[in-house]
């Protein structure tokens, strides 16, 4: 009986796993064409700077839009576009079109504004990724000094030597180099010691608790120090009430991002809500 019952669960389980398979085929095949067909569109989330509540730039988020118009979330297709290797052509995609928006908003009259851009341990391993940015920098005409790319602990993985060398070809071109995602991963302080970051971005989960406890706010404060001793700017993440806002302004935290400065937008809402004169 006991046995049958085992057999049966397997079963359902198995036949579980191959729908799970299934789908994640369908997803990858639909993926790959959507690459092709450019289904992508870039969303954009608000920059401030903390002590005069000024947007100093914006990062660029990338949807899929299906066909059928429904939107999709980047934590759904860029583990498997990473996995595939679709990432590629997709981040190279979305490097063109942040840099491109960058420069109509610039031209418009908002010349100092950023664009920071993800990018993922993929796309930063690829020989050609130096010579790409340089190569959409000069297409579009964007200064390196306006973009600021995205990595996370990741990259200090597998090659740190390499990462080193790569984010310091980065910033003698002049580009800006962030750590996305702080105090999530791995991180190995002698490491970062020596990676040329410009900007350290605190991870939300260190923001959701705040106003907290003595703790939470001393997590807050290590990274800020942690910042200044890398000469590197702090970017809280996530900021979502008035009240994190200003434990975060009350320690002094440069930057800040989250739901309460703004969503993440499309273009043409982004400048209605933010780049109006
Ligand atoms: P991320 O780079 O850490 O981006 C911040 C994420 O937090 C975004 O999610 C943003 O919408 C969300 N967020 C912003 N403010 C708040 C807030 O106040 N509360 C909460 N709960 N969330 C907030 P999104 O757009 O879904 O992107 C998720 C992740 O997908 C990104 O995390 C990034 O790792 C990845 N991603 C997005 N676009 C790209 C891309 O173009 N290339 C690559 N490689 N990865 C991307
Ligand atoms: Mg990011
Ligand atoms: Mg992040
Ligand atoms: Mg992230």
């Known amino acids: 009986q006991a046995k049958a019952a085992g057999k049966r669960q397997y079963r359902f389980y198995a036949q579980d796993m191959t729908r799970a398979a299934q789908a994640k085929l369908h997803l990858r095949g639909q993926l790959s064409r959507a690459v092709d067909t450019g289904e992508f569109e870039l969303h954009y989330q608000p920059l401030v700077d903390l002590a005069t509540g000024a947007i100093i730039g914006m990062e660029a988020l990338v949807r899929w839009r299906e066909a059928n118009g429904r939107l999709i979330s980047p934590a759904t297709f860029i583990p498997l576009a990473e996995e595939t290797g679709l990432i590629v052509p997709l981040g190279a995609w979305v490097l063109r079109e942040a840099c491109t928006q960058a420069v109509r908003w610039q031209v418009a009259g908002h010349p100092d504004l950023v664009v920071a ?20 920098l000069l297409e579009t005409g964007l200064s390196p000094s306006r973009l600021v790319l995205e990595i996370t602990e990741s990259v200090l993985l597998s090659e740190p030597v390499e990462a080193r060398r790569q984010a310091e070809q980065l910033a003698s071109l002049g580009v800006r180099v962030a750590l996305d995602d702080y105090g ?34 001393a997590l807050v404060q290590s990274a800020l120090t942690l910042g200044q001793a890398l000469d590197a700017a702090v970017v809280a993440e996530g900021i979502e009430t008035d009240t994190q806002l200003q434990v975060l302004r009350s320690l ?26």
């Open 252 to 277: 002094a935290c440069p930057v800040g991002q989250g739901y309460f400065l703004g969503r993440p937008v499309p273009a043409s809402e982004f400048a209605l809500q933010h780049l109006q004169p």
């Open 117 to 136: 851009v993800n990018v993922s341990v993929r796309q930063w391993e690829e020989a050609t990724f130096v010579p790409l940015v340089q190569q959409i």
């Open 184 to 217: 999530t991963g791995y991180s190995n302080l002698s490491q970062l010691q020596h990676l040329p970051i410009a900007q350290l971005k605190l991870d939300r989960t260190f923001v959701h608790p705040l106003p907290g406890g003595v703790r939470d706010q």
